[in-house]
């Protein structure tokens, strides 16, 4: 199987900081899009389950589900405005990861674009977070779409050079 082509692109935050961006497109309604990423059920299929009450400020234990060893993380919902704006940090210490998707429409399409803000300074480990979101971003497309799921191996790690790439040259 051929590798996938990365869309993946640094921008600046808002706080100063960087982003790395990456977006895919649905032949959905927003809200139908919305619901395969924050109800349980559907996460269950490309991600993994989630677990608790959510709601802005709350925290809900999530497992993903296609990787070795991974128990239930804490995930604390920052802003939730459904069916357009998630932001989530996950984990609780100073490695937590800023997650954000954001959902755009028009024409009978909805846009996701996901933001994992990286913390100011060198940006490091791009080579391996890059290829991982691309990997659970097709999972997202494919699992909505109900063909079949990608392979973790055919992103990593032959997207790595790319996100090396990207995180020397700043974007």
């Known amino acids: 199987m051929a590798s996938p082509v990365p869309t993946g692109r640094l921008l600046t935050d808002g706080d100063g900081g960087t982003a790395l961006v990456l977006a895919r497109t649905l032949a959905a309604a927003p809200d139908e899009v919305w619901a395969h990423l924050t109800e349980s059920a559907r996460t269950a299929l490309w991600y993994g389950p989630w677990r608790g009450e ?3 400020g709350a ?8 990787e070795e060893g991974d128990g ?3 995930f604390t919902i920052e802003v939730c405005e459904p069916p357009r704006r998630l932001l989530v940090t996950a984990g609780t210490d100073a490695a937590a990861w800023r ?3 954001s959902l755009s429409s028009g024409g009978g399409r909805t846009a996701v674009e996901l933001r994992h803000h990286l913390p100011g300074g060198p940006v490091t480990g791009l080579g391996e977070i890059g290829p991982g979101w691309e990997y659970y971003l097709d999972m997202f497309t494919a699992s909505f779409a109900g063909v079949p799921l990608p392979v973790f191996a055919t992103y990593y790690p032959a997207l790595r050079g790319y996100y090396e790439e990207l995180a020397r040259s700043g974007g």
């Open 54 to 56: 959510p709601g802005p």
């Open 59 to 66: 925290v809900v234990e999530v497992r993903t589900a296609f």
């Open 99 to 101: 997650l954000e998707a």
């Open 72 to 74: 239930w993380s804490p």
